[in-house]
């Protein structure tokens, strides 16, 4: 069965501090694709990043980076020198490689303390 | 270019009405998903169109529940004699060829 597990509910950092959000995954596919999602307060779900099993090297995209390994089922998120503005719940996601179906964690709430 | 769009972005209604959400896609997008929402968790998956063409629902769609994409483009999410239990946010996404999904802002459904 795919599963996706967010062990983090909730995270409080004070600004400019680091923060890793865990994503850890489940599938029998061994091809699937791996995404992190943003939903700040207003609602409306903000696409990060889509990665493909098969490419297992790290992405940095500016404060952003992720660390994909495979042998841990793990699809980790980093943000370097938060900021308030990254205050917002962060959903990890999991998709079949026909892309029919998502599946989505239960979300971390992060909150950036200024 | 415009992303997901909903209609209405808020909706109440009392226990036993039937209301129609619509989701407008993003233009080139050829899959729309159906997503519910509830507090603290997130999306679950109720339905996706590849095209004109209802491919896969959930078991979560109960039979109150019905959606339509007639022409390819927009698609409509109808919820029959409604229950206090499909409160919720209604989310729609759109994607190209099953790649990454835009999300559109949602439709809060309040049931009294």
């Known amino acids: 069965a795919q599963k996706v597990t967010q062990a983090q509910t909730e995270i409080s950092v004070v600004e400019k501090e680091d923060v890793t959000l865990d994503c850890v995954y489940e599938?029998?596919?061994?091809?699937?694709?791996l995404f992190w999602y943003k939903q700040p307060p207003s609602g409306e779900l903000v696409f990060l990043i889509r990665?493909?099993?098969?490419?297992?090297q790290n992405e940095i995209s500016g404060r952003y980076s992720w660390n994909f390994q495979k042998s841990t089922s793990s699809f980790n998120f980093t943000i370097t020198a938060s900021q308030v503005v990254d205050s917002a719940v962060y959903f990890c996601?999991?998709?079949?490689?026909?892309?029919?179906?998502?599946?989505f964690g239960t979300g971390t709430s992060l909150t950036v303390i200024p | 270019d415009t992303g997901v769009s909903q209609d209405p972005r808020h909706k109440i209604t009392k226990r036993g009405q039937n209301v129609t959400f619509r989701c407008d896609p993003i233009?080139?997008?050829?899959?729309l998903y159906w997503y519910r929402q509830t507090l603290g968790q997130g999306p679950e998956f109720l339905t996706y169109?590849?095209?004109?063409?209802?491919?896969?629902k959930s078991r979560l769609l109960s039979d109150r529940f019905s959606a339509e994409r007639p022409k390819g483009s927009f698609s409509t999410l109808e919820i029959q004699r409604t229950e206090q239990g499909d409160s919720a946010m209604y989310l729609c996404?759109?994607?190209?060829?099953?790649?990454?999904?835009?999300f559109g802002p949602g439709t809060r459904l309040t049931v009294l």
């Open positions: 996404a759109s994607s190209h060829r099953g790649r990454e999904q835009f």
């Open positions: 599938t029998r596919d061994t091809t699937y694709y």
């Open positions: 990665r493909n099993s098969f490419d297992e």
């Open positions: 996601a999991l998709s079949d490689p026909t892309g029919n179906q998502f599946y």
């Open positions: 233009s080139e997008h050829n899959r």
């Open positions: 169109f590849q095209n004109e063409a209802q491919l896969e």
